[in-house]
């Protein structure tokens, strides 16, 4: 099935200059980027993103990441592509994610690890409507 996914490449990830090696990936793994930009996560918009999030110990360090500078955000559509981009993510620290996989190839540790992506249907369709 057709469906959409959401995705932002994380401050580190930006600065680090992987923008294009990580969409690139989506591309040719035959997914379509259709949406995208870059912006500044403010902190209402973390709080809402990371809801779930928000009660635990490590969120105010979480949050103080996600808003530290510009991410990359992006609709990526194509055939099952939610669960072809969280799988492309990897596992969420990067030191158990496997090789080949966006967090395994370029990740260390589990405070920076480059990429967010939506974990089903349903968190894509709030996300997308949360950032764009
Ligand atoms: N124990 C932890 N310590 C520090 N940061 C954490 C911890 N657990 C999660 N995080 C951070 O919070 C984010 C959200 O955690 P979640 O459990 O939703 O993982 P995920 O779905 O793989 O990642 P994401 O939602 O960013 O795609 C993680 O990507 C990571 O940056
Ligand atoms: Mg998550």
Redo the contacts with the bound molecule.
Sequence with gaps: MIEKTFIFIKPDGVERGLVGEVLRRFEQRGLTISELKKMTVSGDLSDKH?AE?IEKP?YA??KEYVTSGPVVAAIIEGENSVKAVREM?GA?NPIESAPGTIRGDFGLT??A?II??S?GTESAAREISNFF
């Design positions: 990371y999030h490590f360090g979480l993510c969420t589990l405070d690890n967010h992506s974990d």
